[in-house]
């Protein structure tokens, strides 16, 4: 449904989340780690939400990747428009570019629904409320 890329920022800005609650900074290494990703491949995407806002990022010695309250809060959805833009949110299924009520593909109709349900249930998910539930290890970041 997402590309890798997306996967992998969604993993990331989770990981980060929990372990920043606490003011924590977590370097590349860690998260690479944490999430099973390949180290440059993360600090590419990093870099790239880093500009966006959605993560931040502090150098030196004690530097790392952090959220704020602020980007606590943010959802994702916004990750995944960072990453993939909208087109799950409003793309035809079978990828037809004049798909649309008047002229719809043959997906159009049930496909609508559910990619509503996806922008709902991604809008709703705010990046700091997983924390407990992968702490308490209820939830897997990593295979």
Do not use: W
């Amino acid at each position: 449904m997402f590309s890798k890329t997306c996967e992998y920022a969604i993993r990331a800005v989770l990981f980060i989340a929990q372990k920043s609650e606490d003011g924590s900074k977590v370097g590349i290494r860690e998260i690479a780690k944490g999430i099973d990703s390949p180290e440059h491949f993360i600090a590419k995407i990093l870099q790239d939400l880093s500009r966006k806002g959605l993560v931040q990022s502090q150098k030196g010695p004690s530097g790392g990747f952090y959220l704020d309250k602020t980007s606590l809060h943010a959802t994702l959805a916004d990750v995944v428009r960072v990453v993939d833009g909208d087109k799950i949110f409003s793309g035809c299924a079978l990828g037809l570019k004049q798909c649309s009520e008047i002229k719809p593909c043959p997906l159009h109709h049930e496909f609508k629904k559910i990619r509503e349900d996806i922008l709902r249930f991604l809008q709703s998910a705010k990046l700091g409320e997983f924390n407990r539930q992968l702490e308490q290890d209820l939830f897997f970041l990593k295979r």
